[in-house]
């Protein structure tokens, strides 16, 4: 079974432009969650998705936004870059995560990198 | 609230030797906890899980972890480093109910890196 896929791998921007990342999940999962990982912040969480429904959000401005699709691929869009969301974003699916009953499954991530 | 605490951010070991990388849990309920390995520039590979069901739980390649509820932690052991398991290595933390702010949040401690020599 293929696991969870992203695209695209590296990505260079600059400040002020927009960027969407995309996440394929493992076939049959229906839950996706993205998280930023930074070395100074360490992973952080940024929104979980199940259903094309948004259930939970981490701490991060509206400039980071998701959604999700009915086949449960998802994608996430940071809106008006700035230096500091250089970071390695990854995305992670599971069945229906019942927080602790599933275990999430990790993609490679992608690196933006915003100049 | 719950939280995780890495307590070293760097651990050197001889190939050969045993591992142990030290984690520290805090919730307000029985939680769910992970270890996760990341190598440079990948995503993030599950090593074992504790749901409950058994205090010490056997992972890949090795890989063991005891859950000790009166001292909360969940440190990691190896009884023989390889050269190959030089990695980042994450304690994760997952409350055990979904709900509100549960679902899909995963709490991560800070990471220890782990060095083999030769």
Request: aromatic share 12%; proline share 5%.
């Amino acid at each position: 079974k293929a696991g969870v896929t992203q695209t695209p791998r590296y990505l260079i921007k600059t400040r002020g432009q927009q960027v969407t990342l995309s996440c394929s999940p493992i076939s049959g999962h229906r839950s996706v969650s993205w998280y930023q990982q930074t070395p100074g912040q360490g992973l952080q969480f940024l929104f979980e998705y199940f259903s094309e429904t948004q259930r939970n959000k981490g701490n991060f401005p509206g400039r980071f936004s998701g959604r999700q699709f009915s086949n449960s691929r998802s994608e996430m869009n940071v809106s008006t870059l700035e230096l500091g969301d250089s970071a390695l974003y990854l995305c992670a699916s599971s069945w229906v995560a019942l927080a602790g009953a599933d275990t999430q499954y990790f993609g490679p991530g992608t690196r933006l990198t915003v100049l | 609230a719950q939280s995780v605490t890495q307590l070293d951010s760097h651990v050197s070991v001889s190939e050969g030797t045993p591992v142990l990388l030290r984690c520290n849990y805090s919730s307000s309920y029985s939680p769910s906890l992970f270890w996760y390995v990341q190598h440079p520039n990948k995503g993030l590979q599950l090593l074992l899980k504790y749901t409950s069901a058994a205090t010490l739980v056997k992972g890949i390649n090795g890989f063991e972890a005891e859950f000790k509820k009166s001292e909360t932690s969940f440190h990691l052991t190896k009884p023989s480093a390889h050269m190959s398991d030089a990695a980042e290595y994450f304690c994760v933390v997952s409350p055990p109910n979904a709900g509100g702010t549960s679902y899909g949040k995963l709490t991560f401690g800070q990471g220890t890196i782990l060095t083999v020599h030769p």
